[in-house]
């Protein structure tokens, strides 16, 4: 007999919730089967057999929350299946055993206790009749054979009474937040609560980037098997400015402040479950093409839920991209423990005055860069930020500089 324990989920995480078990007590596994699915703040993680056997007990249930070390379940030997067979063919004889239990009551009665286990129903059946209160003995015995069909029916005005939730006499559907979604709400919260958040603007053309892509696309994707897109850029910007200005690509600790030498960079990824930070390690390494990769491999995985605890921890610094879905402008909030986000937005066209006497339409972006005012000046961040402009607006300096 061998026990399924929750195994270690990663720095800081010491429970997660069962969102679903794919396998019975009584069902055969192999090893490496998968047998639950766990959500963790972060990610869901799939836990699977260390051996093959027979599922003999399921001990934590869909939506129960469960520690790491805990036993939730065991798997027996194979040899042990048979077992589990006999439950089946003791099921008629339990059958008898309800009337033991209801001659508690009138002892006088004892005839309609015997008529209701007269009726001929599944266990199915009687396991529906128990949950919704139904008396099977007060079916007519003649549709015995039937006893199934009237516990079906009261189903219907059931269900109907389910949404009869409301507000002020308004239909309402209500519903618990998924655990992630919870962390998500409680992070934010915090950032807001702990830091002193400010956040400065700028805004950057972006025709330099389009001309060289709309060049270079083809050629790139023919070498490299990626699109050339616009987060390489601005990832090889942001470290740029990180290198400029280091007090960015720091965190605080008590009364430290801890400034990183290496340049880990969020990339912010909206998932079913809410937005998610892959992180793009060693950004200051990689060539434009290997960053591409790495943001595309990262946010197939957000999307397929199939990140691990290693692809979301330890960013240095954030970049989010609010321009995917249209927002023109926005005040990022800090992915703590960092203190800076980079809020990239939609390229808008707009009139630019090119000098005192023309103007011309060109592709605008606004930027915005949250930071922890706590341990970042705000003439830093202003400067941090005129930075990133500058380098995508001269993005041969990004190529040459690797």
Do not use: C
């Amino acid at each position: 007999m061998a026990e399924i324990i929750v195994p270690e989920l990663g720095e800081s995480i010491s429970e997660g919730t069962i969102t679903k078990w794919f396998v019975k007590e009584g069902d055969t596994v192999s090893q490496g089967d998968v047998l639950l699915e766990l959500e963790t703040d972060k990610v869901n993680i799939e836990i699977s057999a260390d051996n093959g056997g027979v599922v003999s007990k399921i001990a934590k249930q869909d939506g129960e929350v469960v520690l790491v070390g805990e036993a939730i379940g065991s798997i027996g030997d194979a040899g042990s299946a048979p077992a589990a067979a006999p439950a089946a063919p003791s099921e008629p004889a339990a059958a008898p055993a309800a009337p033991a239990a209801a001659p508690a009551a009138p002892t006088a009665q004892a005839a309609p206790p015997a008529a209701s286990d007269a009726v001929i129903a599944s266990p199915a059946a009687r396991k529906r009749a128990r949950e919704q209160g139904i008396d099977l003995a007060a079916q007519p015995a003649a549709n015995a054979g039937q006893a199934p069909a009237p516990a079906a029916a009261p189903a219907k005005p059931q269900a109907s009474a389910e949404p009869a939730a409301s507000q002020n006499g308004k239909p309402v559907e209500r519903k618990r937040m998924s655990r992630r979604r919870a962390t998500i709400a409680n992070r934010l919260v915090e950032a807001q609560r702990t830091a002193a958040m400010l956040t400065t603007f700028n805004e950057v053309d972006m025709t330099a980037i389009l001309d060289l892509r709309k060049r270079r696309k083809q050629t790139f994707f023919e070498k490299n098997d990626v699109n050339l897109g616009f987060m390489s850029f601005f990832t090889k910007a942001v470290v740029g400015a990180l290198k400029a200005f280091p007090l960015l690509n720091a965190e605080i600790d008590g009364d430290d402040i801890v400034v990183k030498k290496f340049f880990d960079i969020g990339i912010a990824v909206s998932a079913k479950e809410g937005l998610v930070v892959p992180v793009v390690r060693d950004a200051d390494r990689l060539s434009f093409a290997e960053i591409e990769k790495s943001i595309v491999d990262l946010a197939t995985k957000a999307r397929a839920n199939t990140l691990s605890i290693g692809d979301l921890q330890g960013g240095s610094f954030t970049i989010t991209n609010g321009g995917v879905f249209g927002s023109l402008l926005s005040t990022p909030i800090l992915n703590t423990p960092q203190v800076g986000i980079l809020g990239m937005h939609k390229i808008q066209i707009r009139p630019v005055a090119i000098d005192n006497e023309r103007m011309e339409n060109r592709p605008m972006m606004y930027l915005a860069l949250s930071y922890d005012h706590r341990i970042v000046d705000g003439s830093e961040a202003v400067r941090f930020l005129v930075t990133v402009k500058e380098l995508l607006e001269d993005p041969e300096q990004l190529l040459l500089q690797g």
